[in-house]
């Protein structure tokens, strides 16, 4: 991929089988304790393995890789489930109208189908903290905006193509937002700081702007 790195990708995968093969070579590479490997990111498709050009050539790291890689397990494992409220009120949620629109549905009958979902952390990416959710229906599926906002509320959750993700801070963004959860995505002094990992099932469970604002004190 670079000079000092190289790219794994499953393209030839279903992006749920993807997303277990990117995880299970993840899992593999960690456990092999690598010296000079120096960090992995992971994405939907992919893995970029950075190392230590002193340590390593391309060829010789790609041979040890291969042996890590040949103990992955790409079976699924045991996910935690969290369970995240989340408010649909007018203004929380500036993009339900277009979405209801190009799905040709009401707003509460948009609301029940989102939230009848469960979703799963494919990676996270584009900030910290920021999961990206497969098990969006696809009814719900819509593009990104031509234009991105220049301001998304933390805890906003929104929707692009066939994936859905949650604004753990507050950034400019081009989703379609659908709501907004009150739950704090990702924190410095928290450990993990995380609150959802790759792997993790998510479920959204509908609430009304009084009981946001309550749990947005905690």
């Not at 050009?53 to 890590?68: K, N, S, Y």
């Amino acid at each position: 991929m670079s000079d000092s790195a190289l790219l794994a990708r499953f393209d030839d995968s279903t992006p749920t089988q993807a997303q277990l093969r990117v995880s299970a070579l993840l899992e593999a590479i960690h456990a092999a304790a690598i010296e000079g490997v120096r960090n992995l990111h992971p994405a939907f498709r992919s893995l970029l393995v950075v190392y230590d050009t002193r340590m390593w050539t391309p060829q010789g790291l790609l041979q040890r890789l291969d042996e890590a890689g040949g103990r992955a397990d790409p079976l699924p494992k045991p996910a935690k489930t969290l369970v995240l409220p989340v408010c649909s009120s007018s203004g929380f949620a500036p993009g339900l109208v277009e979405v209801c629109a190009a799905a040709g549905l009401e707003r509460v009958a948009a609301i029940r189908l989102f939230t009848a979902a469960t979703y799963q952390v494919a990676f996270l990416g584009f900030a910290p903290g920021f999961p990206y959710l497969l098990g969006l229906p696809p009814e719900l599926a819509v593009p990104r905006l031509a234009r991105p906002r220049t301001h998304i509320p933390a805890g906003s959750v929104g929707i692009a193509g066939g994936q859905a993700g949650i604004y753990p801070a507050d950034t400019p963004g081009g989703w379609q937002i659908i709501g907004r959860t009150p739950f704090r995505l990702f924190d410095l002094g928290r450990e993990p700081m995380s609150l959802l990992n790759t792997g993790d099932e998510v479920r959204f469970v509908v609430i009304e702007e009084a009981r946001y604002q309550e749990l947005s004190q905690w």
